[in-house]
């Protein structure tokens, strides 16, 4: 489920040329994380905390100071490491960044499975919204559709894509399970509707090989699922060159 609501996102954000933000907004969650291990409370509660203001500080600043959205998630990136570095304990630092494969409880999956339907519902039933505002803003206005308030749902769905993975690839990774089967996706396909498939079917992918490799060889899970995705990325390059 984490697999296909990342390649959903992640297509979204390609075509919003938010691509590499995803990974530097996935660090936002570090001092949540932080403070969740110092106060001994579930690391996930406080990583989205952390996640969610930090999507609705982005959100804001944008607005007031007319930046580009790129610019404000550098700033509130560079500053959520700093202060989550400092405060995550050493012994917890590695987990809090590459993630740990663990069991889950029945809640914790009910409740993952119900974040992820909500991600995929929203974003395809308001895909020609989402599109409208990314693509023309003014546009959108003239349409009724307000961007401001789109880019903010956008920002949030992330977000919530990034706490769902969290616990298996951690801070440092997850962003990367949202960019890169999103740009393979983009390599091998020509239209939005069968990229987001293929997106999904990628993402998908590595994260069941990766499982699936890292369990076999008895490699860290997050790390190995990433380097999946990283090959399919070289083998998509092959295709997008014969293409031209």
């Known amino acids: 489920m984490v697999g296909a609501v990342s390649g959903l996102v992640g297509s979204f954000a390609v075509m919003k040329r938010l691509a ?12 949540g994380l932080g403070v969740a291990f110092l106060f001994s409370f579930n690391p996930i509660i406080g990583a989205a905390a952390a996640l969610l203001i930090g999507a609705v500080l982005i959100w804001g600043l944008e607005r007031r100071m ?49 974040v992820s339907l909500g991600i995929f519902v929203f974003l395809l039933s308001k895909r020609r919204q ?41 801070a440092l990774l997850m962003g990367s399970l949202i960019i890169i089967p999103a740009v393979v996706s983009r390599n091998i396909t020509r239209s939005f509707s069968s990229m987001i498939l293929a997106g999904i079917i990628m993402s998908v992918l590595s994260v069941i090989a990766g499982i699936l490799i890292a ?15 990283g090959f399919l990325f070289v083998v998509s390059l092959l295709f997008s060159s014969k293409r031209k």
């Open 215 to 229: 369990q076999s060889r008895g490699f860290a899970i997050g790390p190995t699922i990433i380097s999946v995705a």
């Open 66 to 114: 007319g930046a580009t959205t790129e610019s404000v998630i550098g700033v509130v990136f560079s500053l959520a490491l700093a202060v989550g570095t400092l405060i995550t304990p050493s012994e917890d630092i590695i987990n809090a960044l590459f993630g740990s494969y663990g069991q889950i409880s029945l809640n914790e999956f009910l409740l993952g499975a119900l």
């Open 130 to 170: 989402m599109m409208l505002a990314i693509l023309s803003p003014e546009l959108a206005s003239t349409a009724g559709v307000n961007a401001d308030r789109y880019n903010l749902y956008f920002l949030l769905a992330m977000v919530l894509t990034i706490v769902l993975g969290l616990k298996y690839l951690g």
């Open 20 to 31: 590499l933000a995803s990974d530097p907004i996935s660090h936002i969650a570090l001092p």
